[in-house]
């Protein structure tokens, strides 16, 4: 039972590039999520998905694309990256419901030059 | 914007001693959690209080709420070098997602 993975571990972009960041879980959760942490800040909710087929935006969502590609996994798109997107990007999961936990993964580490 | 705010940013203790972090919230919550993450690591969930609960207790964790004041501390007993860690107060989503939103955190580092 790994929980949740994350692929790749670290990135560097140049800037206008292009990327898709993979999060995998094994727990049957529902509901998935990708949030993005900067230096001294809290967790910010780039997008979610409540459930298989559906996707919302979060807090911060400009400049990112999602894809629910089944009930397991969970990619977050950045499709033209820019120097203000570097960050550290983490995915989660939860049981479908506002009450529950989430469930990290260890994050990647991504730079854009 | 942050919806959880941690007080002490940073707090440094001796090992043995006792640990006292504070969150204050913004709006009506439905549950409010704690997140401990260790340097490099992801998020790892330690407890969660549901706004009808006062307090809460886990192993040597102790979780207090204040709807009234917006407010929950959590307190970690007899502290240990493995505790060194940020802690993060985390919220449901005021715009109706199911996300958290997180505080800033509180680095907490223990002295042996």
């Known amino acids: 039972n790994a929980g949740v993975t994350q692929t790749p571990k670290f990135q560097v972009l140049k800037t206008g590039q292009s990327m898709t960041l993979q999060c995998a879980q094994d727990?049957?959760?529902?509901?998935m999520y990708w949030y993005r942490q900067d230096p001294g800040m809290g967790l910010r909710l780039i997008y979610y998905?409540?459930?298989?087929?559906?996707?919302d935006k979060g807090e911060v969502p400009n400049g990112y694309n999602v894809s629910r590609l089944n009930k397991r996994e969970f990619s977050l798109r950045l499709e033209s990256a820019a120097p203000s997107q570097t960050s550290v990007y983490f995915c989660a999961s939860s049981e479908l419901g506002r009450v529950n936990e989430q469930f990290f993964g260890p994050g990647t580490r991504l730079t854009v030059l | 914007s942050q919806q959880g705010e941690e007080d002490p940013q940073a707090l440094s203790i001796q090992e043995g001693e006792n640990a006292t972090m504070n969150c204050s919230y913004k709006t009506s919550i439905n549950n409010l959690q704690w997140y401990r993450q260790n340097s490099g690591r992801g998020l790892v969930h330690l407890i969660l209080?549901?706004?009808?609960?006062r307090e809460k207790h886990s192993g040597r964790l102790r979780v207090t709420l204040d709807t009234s004041k917006k407010s929950s501390s959590l307190l970690i007993t007899a502290s240990r070098a493995a505790d060194t860690a940020s802690y993060f107060c985390a919220t449901r989503s005021g715009g109706g997602a199911d996300g958290l939103t997180f505080g800033k955190g509180t680095h907490l580092i223990i002295q042996p």
């Open positions: 998905s409540a459930s298989e087929g559906t996707t």
């Open positions: 727990m049957n959760h529902n509901s």
């Open positions: 209080i549901r706004s009808n609960e």
